[in-house]
């Protein structure tokens, strides 16, 4: 089937057209199949039982709030009403202001944006890319420097200058290529606004072209090797990056997601191998056409070339020009992002998800350990990477990926990593999208932001996907949030314990599962749980990438929105409302924290915003703060 991205379709929803599900069953179907909301509040005998008792294990939080407890609420805002207005909307004494857009000059002999074209490929080069997503802020001699990712485009906006919104030349698919990748710019509150620091020497562009060493137990590695670069030693480019990290040495981590949506083949009888399935690799990519200008993406030309892409990158962003790296040993998969903590006997561990229906979610633990001030620029190069395992009585263990545990070498695993994990029985997920690891105490979350395939059908491996543990609900609509504590307060231990922080739902709507956990109700309700953020204070900040619909299950949920939790208590209020159509994902806070930096991506992605500027919808970095200039977050 040619599957083609335009106008009326959401991203998630091309994916699903590539990889269909069995079978649609109506969303009211679903809800009476599922547990009785009372059933699953109880405790009672139903699917997974287990994963409702919230805060009935050794965690605590989860469960509901009691008057006192309320009084007590960290959460110091008026919490923002569901809307469907198309701006943004956060509570009354925050204020908020555009702080970059797609297509923005970093350099000042660069064009300005023409929302009437998009730009050229030579103007897109030297401006902010599309689709900003996750991002993290760095401090550099008293200067700060934004790295943000740039995933995708919609091609009816980027390609404006095609009256079908298809890119026709080779220059719309250099366009489209600056358009992705990573934004580093330097940025300065001048005269009370954010703003670019226009012609900075950290302002950079790191596309689909920049080119960038492989590095880990995969450099090198036979499966790596094409013409361009029979060594199989330098990648050409990154795309599709969607969360992010950050190390404690000053490096950005760009994570490589979907891929797969750019590779096509001219030749429709090319065989496709197991291992391009499971990474959905196929004839046809999502609209792009890359390969109309640029061989590597047709893989009856260069087979090998995805084999370079769904890695994790490391940036250097103070030193503009250090050439990018990718870190084979944190695996080949759909990565979301990756959260850094370094562990109390000095190891480095990476929590990652893999965000595709009933795949895994991954932790890696560098061989070598950090030391502060020392040189810590490789250890990202060598380490163990882990899957995880949850069981239904809310425990856990990591699950190494190793030639003895899998058969596989070690530049397999770092290259067919989801096959590895598919071979020791790692649970499959609900869509792992972000992780967040609170900064004050060792317990992780990890947004599972939605699956309806979640019992209907397996997963692309054929591995089994039944509705129990953390993800216990048949075609999940709503999306949950797990959490794990490890033993000891060791992020290094093999075991863990879980539960449940949220299990998001309509409870206006529903009395049964599809209600969702204690915590969620009428006024604070969302869909689909995607950025993850802490706060110095040990607040969660939950964005969403949901139905926007605003009807049927979805009814009074209004437009994708940004919630703030606190993990002690359970509390979840809405702090942000987004413009339609639009996702909101990514944050990162100023130097002196009385800013915060979020991104609004993709509004209008079905035509129906003019957000920000009226016009043409852009994708745009926000940047929100308080009246009184307080510190947020
Ligand atoms: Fe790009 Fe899984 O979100
Ligand atoms: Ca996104
Ligand atoms: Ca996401
Ligand atoms: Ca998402």
Not at 137 to 162: D, M, P, S, W
Not at 492 to 510: H, I, M, Q, R, S
Not at 600 to 609: F, L, N, T, Y
Request: aromatic share 8%.
């Amino acid at each position: 089937m040619s599957v083609k991205q335009d106008q009326v379709l959401g991203f998630d929803e091309h994916d699903e057209m590539v990889r269909p599900a069995m079978e649609v069953v109506e969303f009211e179907e679903t809800a009476k199949a599922m547990v009785s909301r009372r059933g699953f509040l109880s405790g009672g005998a139903a699917v997974g039982a287990t994963a409702f008792v919230m805060g009935s294990t050794t965690l605590a939080a989860g469960k509901a709030l009691a008057g006192e407890e309320m009084k007590m609420s960290r959460l110091a805002f008026e919490m923002v009403k569901a809307n469907a207005h198309d701006t943004v909307t956060v509570p009354k004494g925050y204020k908020w202001e555009v702080l970059a857009s797609w297509g923005e000059p970093l350099f000042s002999n660069a064009p300005a944006f023409d929302p009437k074209t998009g730009g050229t490929g030579a103007s897109q080069e030297m401006a902010f890319g599309d689709h900003n997503d996750g991002m993290a802020l760095f401090v550099h001699n008293g200067r700060q420097i934004l790295c943000v990712n740039n995933e995708y485009t919609n091609l009816n906006t980027l390609h404006a200058n095609r009256a079908d919104g298809k890119p026709t030349t080779a220059d719309d698919i250099r366009k489209s290529k600056a358009a992705h990748g990573v934004s580093v710019v330097e940025i300065a509150r001048t005269g009370g606004n954010w703003g670019i620091v226009k012609d900075s020497e950290f302002n950079r562009r790191i596309t689909a072209d920049t080119e960038m060493d492989i590095t880990g137990p995969a450099r090198g590695h036979d499966l790596l090797k094409t013409k361009a670069d029979p060594r199989g030693v330098v990648a050409k480019g990154t795309w599709n990056n969607c969360g992010n990290g950050q190390t404690p040495w000053g490096t950005y981590l760009t994570c490589e997601e979907n891929f797969n949506g750019y590779f096509s083949s001219s030749n429709k009888e090319f065989p496709l191998t197991s291992q391009m399935k499971r990474y959905g690799i196929s004839h046809d990519d999502w609209g792009y056409s890359w390969a109309m200008a640029d061989e590597r993406f047709d893989l009856s030309k260069e087979p090998q070339e995805p084999n370079r892409f769904g890695y994790i990158v490391e940036i250097d962003p103070m030193n503009p020009t250090a050439r990018p790296k990718k870190r084979t040993a944190l695996g080949r998969f759909k990565h979301e992002n990756a959260e850094v903590e370094v562990a109390a006997n000095g190891h480095v561990v990476v929590y990652l998800g893999d965000d595709e229906r009933g795949e895994f979610l991954y932790r890696f633990v560098s061989k070598n350990k950090y030391v502060s001030g020392g040189d810590n620029s490789n250890l990202l190069e060598e380490g163990t990477l882990y899957v995880a395992k949850f069981n239904e009585n809310n425990t856990g263990h990591w699950m190494a990926l190793t030639p003895e545990s899998t058969g596989m070498t070690e530049a397999e695993i770092a290259i067919y990593t989801r096959l590895a994990a598919s071979k020791l029985g790692a649970t499959t997920m609900d869509r792992p999208e972000w992780v967040a690891s609170n900064p004050n105490k060792a317990e992780v979350f990890c947004a599972l932001t939605n699956n309806k395939n979640r019992g209907v059908k397996p997963n692309a491996g054929g591995d089994a996907t039944p509705a129990v543990g953390p993800n216990p609900r048949v075609k999940n609509n709503f999306g949950q949030i797990v959490r794990w504590v490890p033993a000891n307060q060791d992020h290094t231990a093999e075991k863990f314990t879980w539960d449940l922080f949220v299990l998001a739902g309509n409870p206006a709507v529903y009395d049964d599962a599809n209600a969702g956990s204690k915590n969620v109700n009428k006024d604070n309700m969302f869909n689909s749980p995607d950025g993850l953020r802490f706060d110095k204070k040990g607040l969660l900040w939950i964005q969403t990438d949901g139905n926007y619909s605003n009807e049927g299950g979805f009814a009074g949920q209004g437009n994708n929105q940004m919630l703030v939790g606190d993990p002690e208590t359970g509390e979840i209020k809405r702090f942000l409302v987004g413009p339609k159509e639009c996702e909101i994902t990514g944050a990162a806070w100023s130097a002196d924290r009385t800013t915060m930096f979020v991104s609004v991506q993709h509004p209008g992605e079905k035509g129906d915003s003019v957000w920000p500027n009226g016009g043409m919808p852009r994708s745009s970095v926000i940047a929100i703060s308080r009246e009184d200039g307080a510190i947020i977050g």
